[in-house]
Nanobody, 125 residues
Framework: QVQLVESGGGLVQPGGSLRLSCAASVRTFSSYAVAVAWFRHTPGKERNSVAAINWSSGTTYYEASVKDRFTISRDNAKNMVYLQMISLNAEDTAVYYC????????????????WGQGTQVTVSS
């Protein structure tokens, strides 16, 4: 059973930073996942990918609006994936989800089979 748990969301002022964490059930990332992605969803909009990482190679993908502000990383020993976010603005407000798939990096949510429950990020003064 693949289980993912996100954490680290919260309320932050514009220009601030947050680090999201995605914890996986034992051996999920190393034994199951090839690609791990962060998506975000705002009510009334589609769920969009913001970043993804190939677990074995470390190859990354970033959506254009977050490139140079968000950094996705992995910790093999801890079986964790992180999303470091800086220079946050109101448009980054969303529920952020971690997702995994057995194949390479993909950018649409229908290509990911397992999801966490999400963590809310709110950017507001």
């Amino acid at each position: 059973q693949v289980q993912l748990v996100e954490s680290g969301g919260g309320l932050v002022q514009p220009g601030g930073s947050l680090r999201l964490s995605c914890a996986a059930s034992v051996r999920t990332f190393s034994s199951y996942a090839v690609a791990v992605a962060w998506f975000r969803h705002t009510p009334g909009k589609e769920r969009n990918s913001v970043a993804a990482i190939n677990w074995s190679s470390g190859t990354t993908y970033y959506e254009a609006s977050v490139k140079d502000r968000f950094t996705i990383s992995r910790d093999n020993a801890k079986n964790m994936v992180y999303l470091q976010m800086i220079s946050l603005n109101a448009e980054d407000t969303a529920v952020y989800y971690c997702a995994v798939r057995r194949l390479g990096i993909a950018t649409t949510d229908d290509q990911y089979g397992y999801w966490g429950q999400g963590t809310q990020v709110t950017v507001s003064s």
